[in-house]
């Protein structure tokens, strides 16, 4: 899910508006869904990706990602105590570091001329 229209490289209406319940039982609603352009770090390199079915969810403050949309995927996940690696093919796409109780994502939007660029990740240093 993400909060921000301008991060989407492609995008559609969603027609009726899907509902999300959120941790507290509390419902909000994706009004939009398309793709974003993004680059992950494996700890080695950035690889640019794209990831379609994205919802657009104004109410959220920061984007999230879903575990089992990319298990969905044909990627595999290994969960250490600081780290979640996707995997597909044995080769790592991407990692989620530990910080506090939530795992954050080493990611950030792809750089394109004439694109809007937003970093999803604000501190690399663990990676």
Not at 74 to 79: A, D, I, S
Not at 89 to 99: I, L, M, P, S
Not at 106 to 113: K, P, Q
Request: aromatic share 8%; hydrophobic share 35%; glycine share 6%.
């Amino acid at each position: 899910m993400c909060y921000d229209k301008n991060q989407f490289v492609e995008y559609e209406s969603l027609s009726p508006r899907r509902d999300i319940i959120i941790g507290d039982g509390t419902r909000i609603q994706a009004i939009d869904i398309g793709s974003l352009s993004v680059e992950s770090f494996n700890c080695i390199n950035w690889i640019e990706t794209t990831i379609g079915n994205v919802l657009h969810v104004p109410r959220i403050t920061a984007n999230l990602f879903s575990v089992s949309a990319e298990i969905s995927k044909g990627y595999n996940v290994k969960m250490e105590y600081d780290k979640y690696s996707f995997l597909k093919n044995n080769k790592v796409g991407t990692v989620a570091y530990r910080t506090h109780k939530m795992h954050k994502m080493c990611s950030r939007i792809a750089e394109h001329e004439n694109a809007n660029v937003c970093h999803l990740s604000e501190n690399l240093g663990e990676c």
